[in-house]
């Protein structure tokens, strides 16, 4: 799987956007970026994936470029709750038998300030 | 909507011992993955199961071994336990290698 690379940390003020970048320069045609992040000690929570087109849930918005070599994560009024380690992966699509595990890097401490 | 479900949610066990972490998926998962993550460390996967067969294998030490069972629960199995295996163990569903959701994890120490 691609490799990515995040800023350590962010801060933003609070009912700010927040809006948080991955690069993935060698990103292969069939991998999908995820996004998960993790208040401290808690599982991970998924928050959005894509392939080529923009997403977008409940939670946040995902942007990635049209050469999907980075991505932003979005989130739209960040809340003091936002404040988590977040992380980029990338990983290939579903085949048939496989269970492909996600490859945690070190994250972006987003630090949501009031 | 139902989530995944670990236990214990604690464990305190001593040097040499042994442990079992269990993981009922969320309904209808047919894939279970471990994750173990140290003090200050990211998740890093330790192995994973896909319709009660290993599929992938990570950087799991010899000594732990782990199942799933007919009704897609999972237990990793620890022994000989060492101080370094002190850690939060995460368990993660999904259907069929799609979007992978973790449990609220098992913290392990050993004295």
């Known amino acids: 799987d691609a490799k990515t690379t995040q800023p350590p940390s962010m801060d933003c003020a609070e009912g700010r956007a927040a809006n948080l970048p991955c690069n993935h320069s060698?990103?292969?045609?069939?991998?999908?970026v995820y996004w998960y992040r993790q208040i401290h000690s808690q599982g991970p929570q998924y928050i959005i994936h894509g392939l080529k087109n923009n997403e977008t849930n409940e939670m946040a918005s995902l942007i990635i470029t049209e050469d999907r070599k980075s991505s932003t994560l979005i989130l739209p009024h960040a809340t003091l709750r936002d404040t988590a380690v977040y992380y980029c992966?990338?990983?290939?699509?579903?085949?048939?038998?496989?269970?492909?595990?996600?490859?945690f890097g070190s994250g972006t401490q987003l630090t949501v300030l009031p | 909507a139902a989530g995944v479900i670990q236990s214990p949610r604690h464990l305190i066990k001593e040097k040499r011992e042994t442990a079992t972490l269990k993981c009922y998926p969320i309904?209808?998962?047919?894939?279970v993955y471990w994750y173990q993550q140290g003090p200050g460390q990211d998740p890093q996967f330790l192995i994973s199961?896909?319709?009660?067969?290993?599929?992938d294998k990570g950087s799991i030490p010899d000594r732990f071994s782990a199942q799933q069972f007919s009704d897609y629960h999972s237990e990793l199995n620890m022994s000989s336990l060492e101080l370094g295996d002190s850690a939060l163990y995460f368990c993660?569903?999904?259907?069929?290698?799609?979007?992978?959701?973790f449990g609220p994890g098992t913290r392990l120490t050993v004295l």
């Open positions: 309904p209808r998962h047919d894939t």
């Open positions: 992966i990338v990983r290939v699509g579903v085949s048939s038998g496989s269970a492909r595990q996600l490859t």
């Open positions: 199961f896909y319709e009660k067969m290993q599929s």
């Open positions: 993660a569903s999904s259907l069929t290698g799609n979007t992978q959701y």
């Open positions: 060698t990103i292969s045609g069939n991998e999908y």
